[in-house]
């Protein structure tokens, strides 16, 4: 087994990863202690208003981070906007807060959790491409046993003549 070492663009990308999932426990964490400070517990509120502020700054480096990834990693190009866009959102929803306009915080605090999970989901869908590409075996290479092989033209003859009748059916 060959030990291979991380690339730069694979550094970024999991470091990338982590903060979009630190992000969004942070912002998960949010409504539960507003909620906590609502049943009366003092200290939650002290605490939302703190992890606001760590929202922020882990934020920030969000779209840093986000913009390397996509710049020289070829990453998508969605992601440092989308970055960008929940890190504004977010300073909004800190002025909101603290100005006591709930009736626009909550709303904008919703919006902030599905940006902050959207992030999570399109970073970790995209990997960073590796400079080796690995090469799969095809049903007519040597290195599948004949059985095999054979089974293998027949399920795609079988899903190709399947295909055709239902191809036929949508241009009609």
Excluded: F
Aim: hydrophobic share 50%; proline share 5%.
């Amino acid at each position: 087994m060959s030990e291979q070492s991380l690339t730069r663009r694979q550094i970024i990308h999991i470091a990338l990863l982590a903060g979009a999932v630190l992000h969004a426990l942070l912002v998960i964490a949010q409504p539960i202690l507003a909620g906590r400070s609502l049943e009366g517990d003092a200290r939650a509120l002290e605490l939302h208003a703190g992890n606001g502020y760590a929202i922020l700054t882990v934020a920030t480096l969000l779209v840093l981070l986000a913009i390397v990834w996509w710049r020289p990693g070829r990453g998508p190009g969605v992601v440092p906007i989308l970055a960008a866009v929940t890190l504004a959102a977010e300073g909004a929803q800190y002025v909101l807060g603290d100005t006591g306009l709930l009736s626009l915080h909550l709303p904008l605090g919703i919006a902030i959790l599905v940006l902050s999970l959207l992030l999570c989901w399109i970073v970790t869908r995209h990997s960073p491409r590796t400079t080796e590409t690995t090469q799969h075996p095809r049903a007519d290479d040597t290195e599948l046993p004949n059985d095999h092989r054979a089974a293998h033209a027949d399920a795609t003859a079988e899903a190709g003549a399947a295909a055709t009748p239902r191809a036929k059916d949508r241009s009609e």
